[in-house]
């Protein structure tokens, strides 16, 4: 059974950074490309990074370029998002993704592509 569980979220002023965790079990994942999205209340799911299997390639939706890194440790099974320069607009709960395919992934930043999915963790950025 496929299980992603993230960590790290939390409360954080303006300006602030946090890293969050996603640790996957039921199936190595070494092969597949991971994802991270965000949801804030009263918006739809969106977008924010993607990181293929050797990690040398990765993706971030325009808001979060240069103030988010993805990153991912294979012998671990876990991806992360360093998250820096916090702002309000990025209060949101962040999730991370899994595809049901290894493999290359054209359409990453579309949360339709991924079927494994964790719980969530709720990250709040204080003005």
């Known amino acids: 059974q496929v299980q992603l569980v993230e960590s790290g979220g939390g409360l954080v002023q303006t300006g602030g950074s946090l890293r969050l965790s996603c640790a996957a079990s039921?199936?190595?994942?070494?092969?597949?490309?991971m994802g991270w999205f965000r949801q804030a209340p009263g918006k739809e799911r969106e977008f924010v990074a993607a990181v293929w299997w050797s990690g040398g390639r990765t993706y971030y939706a325009d808001l979060v370029k240069r103030r988010f890194t993805i990153s991912r440790d294979n012998a671990k099974n876990t991806v992360y998002l360093q998250m820096n320069s916090l702002e309000p607009e990025d209060t949101a709960v962040y999730s991370c993704?899994?595809?049901?395919?290894?493999?290359?992934?054209?359409?990453?930043?579309?949360?339709?592509?991924?079927?494994?999915w964790g719980q969530g963790t709720q990250v709040t950025v204080s003005s």
């Open positions: 993704a899994a595809p049901i395919w290894p493999g290359d992934l054209s359409d990453y930043d579309r949360s339709d592509e991924y079927a494994y």
């Open positions: 039921g199936r190595t994942f070494d092969n597949y490309v």
